[in-house]
């Protein structure tokens, strides 16, 4: 099946040490997204990519970045996480407009 | 700015009962209109979506909603539900425009007792 795959589920990091989350799809959509969820709050969105074009959220803190080498994968780069940097992130893509389908997440736990 | 309302944080109905979980959205213009279903550990789900056409939108799992312009709303319908409908349920509206971002509301725990 087609779908939006996450690595790794669970991630540990320690304080202010780097962290890159992976996301790949087999839709090829060329349009994919990355989603803050912290716990019992609706996902946020960090940032997306159109194409090869990336689009970053005014409130996106700059400690947060983002790799799209191809059009299957996608990264997400935390350069020095904060405790406040705990929490579910979600990838997503979708075919220019239409509805947007999600990975089943990694969650990010700091020491 | 857009944005969504779920004015149910949670719910508890009783399995076999019907349901409805209410979504109003803030939009200048007609929007996208998704709701997605989210278990504990899990990505989200689409349920189903309402872009133009007939304002009942058919889902999975057999859920409905309907759009209701004149009261800003896009409220999800089940007519009896399953214990495995307990999860989280988001309502989202995305703007017709570059990329389809999507704003969520805050979400409505949906519980269901046997």
């Known amino acids: 099946d087609a779908m939006v795959i996450q690595n790794p589920r669970y991630q540990v990091t320690q304080f202010g040490k780097p962290v890159t989350l992976s996301c790949s799809q087999t839709l090829n959509h060329n349009v994919m997204y990355w989603y803050q969820q912290k716990s019992s709050q609706a996902p946020k969105l960090l940032f997306h990519y159109y194409d090869k074009d990336f689009n970053n959220e005014a409130d996106t803190p700059d400690n947060f970045q983002s790799r799209r080498p191809n059009t299957s994968f996608c990264f997400l780069d935390i350069r020095s996480p904060g405790l406040g940097d705990a929490a579910m992130y979600l990838c997503a893509t979708s075919r220019d407009q239409g509805p947007q389908h999600f990975g089943d997440g990694t969650r990010l736990s700091i020491l | 700015a857009q944005s969504v309302t779920q004015p149910d944080i949670h719910i508890t109905v009783s399995e076999g009962a019907s349901l409805e979980l209410r979504c109003n959205y803030s939009y200048g213009a007609t929007p996208y209109l998704f709701w997605y279903v989210q278990s504990p550990g899990q990505g989200l789900q689409l349920l189903l979506k309402?872009?133009?056409?007939?304002?009942l939108v058919q889902g999975i799992k057999g859920f409905e909603a309907e759009f209701k312009r004149s009261q800003s709303s896009f409220n999800l319908r089940k007519p009896s539900v399953h214990w495995s409908d307990a999860a989280e349920y988001f309502c989202a509206v995305g703007p017709m425009e570059y990329g389809n971002k999507l704003v969520f509301g805050a979400g409505t725990i949906l519980r269901v007792k046997s």
């Open positions: 309402y872009f133009s056409g007939d304002t």
